[in-house]
């Protein structure tokens, strides 16, 4: 895959190696279809991407339609001769001076890892979707943290995926096509009919979870079987680990085995709102590991026991008077096994 980070810190060092008066660095990063090029304005550092919309005549209102925020432009512009190429039509997003060089980079590398990917889809609608995350990224959250306890249910999340990896590493990283907690469905993870509730509680607290709604832990002919895995984590200064330890580790493990899968891991992430370098200054160490298969009999409220007018209603379990119904953990993670 292309890194885009890398790929802009080059065009400066060879700028500032050649020693010469230009103003404007072009590279080529992609020479099969579409072409695509970087350029940087070497007094601003304001970076560009060049994508090639020669043969597809997209009208006015196709550009339009495309998402523009503050920071970002969107444009097309046609060259009569740029680098090596004559007569071309560029689609051309740009860096506004008031952007982060790094943000930007980080959407690039987005929109250039759904290009390679997504071959068969067409150009626009590619690159109409990652900029579309992109603005509800930056139109919502794009300055707020998680609370601590988003952090910790994030967390949860994560720290299931990545021991899924290492659980099964010769198998397809099919728990990234299993992960519905960034789609908000009401379980964290469904594979054919069953799920898996991921819950994050402290050992500060009695020994209970928390959840959300009356349909959370629903058996249905959808999902058929439900188990819960509880981590008893505590927050640290330096103890164990941050989210963006198991952020880097699961990529570590995607990048090696799916690169489909690493985007789409990326693209979850943007739907939690969390980007690099942000939540690494928390830690959480794991004292405790626990499963429960979620049964008709398990204590549970469902929507069959409400009384007309009433929804929405949150609520806690007691895990200790749940002995019952516990399980071996390897049980939840051979849930999302394939077979």
């Known amino acids: 895959m292309i890194n885009i980070t890398e790929a802009f810190r080059k065009l400066i060092d060879q700028a500032e190696t050649a020693q010469n008066e230009e103003v404007y660095k072009l590279k080529t990063i992609q020479f099969n279809e579409p072409i695509m090029m970087i350029g940087i304005d070497l ?21 339009k339609s495309f998402p523009k925020w503050k920071g ?55 690159i109409y979707g990652v900029l579309d995350r992109w603005h509800n990224f930056f139109r919502f959250k794009s300055n707020i943290r998680l609370s601590l306890e988003e952090q910790m249910g994030v967390f949860g999340e994560l720290y299931y995926i990545d021991s899924w990896l290492r659980k099964f590493e010769d198998e397809p990283p099919l728990i990234i096509d299993a992960w519905k907690g960034p789609t908000r469905h009401r379980v964290d993870f469904v594979k054919k009919n069953i799920g898996v509730e991921i819950k994050t509680t402290s050992p ?117 008077h749940c002995i019952d119904y516990k399980i071996e953990t390897d049980k939840v993670y051979y849930s999302n096994k394939e077979g």
């Not at 709102?273 to 499963?291: C, V």
């Not at 549970?300 to 009384?307: G, Q």
């Open 72 to 126: 970002v432009s969107v444009t097309k512009e046609f060259f009569e001769k740029i680098g090596p190429l004559k007569e071309k039509v560029f689609l051309i997003i740009a860096q506004d001076d008031e952007g982060s060089e790094e943000i930007f980079e980080k959407l690039l590398q987005s929109l250039v890892d759904h290009i390679l990917i997504n071959e068969d889809q067409p150009l626009s609608t590619v």
């Open 43 to 63: 007094i601003t550092k304001e970076r560009r991407i060049y994508i090639d919309i020669t043969d597809e005549n997209w009208n006015d209102d196709q550009m």
């Open 204 to 320: 500060k607290i009695h020994d209970g979870i928390r959840i959300s709604n009356e349909t959370q832990l629903e058996l249905s002919d959808v999902i058929q079987k439900i188990y819960l895995y509880v981590l008893k984590i505590e927050d640290t200064q330096s103890d164990g680990l941050s989210i963006q330890n198991l952020m880097d580790s699961i990529r570590s493990q995607l990048n090696a085995r799916s690169q489909t899968g690493l985007v789409r891991f990326n693209d979850f992430l943007l739907e939690l709102y969390i980007l690099d370098g942000i939540y690494n200054d928390i830690f959480f160490y794991i004292h405790n590991e626990e499963a429960y298969e979620v049964t008709e009999q398990f204590p549970k409220i469902t929507r069959n026991d409400l009384p007309v007018g009433v929804s929405n209603v949150s609520y806690s379990i007691d895990l200790s």
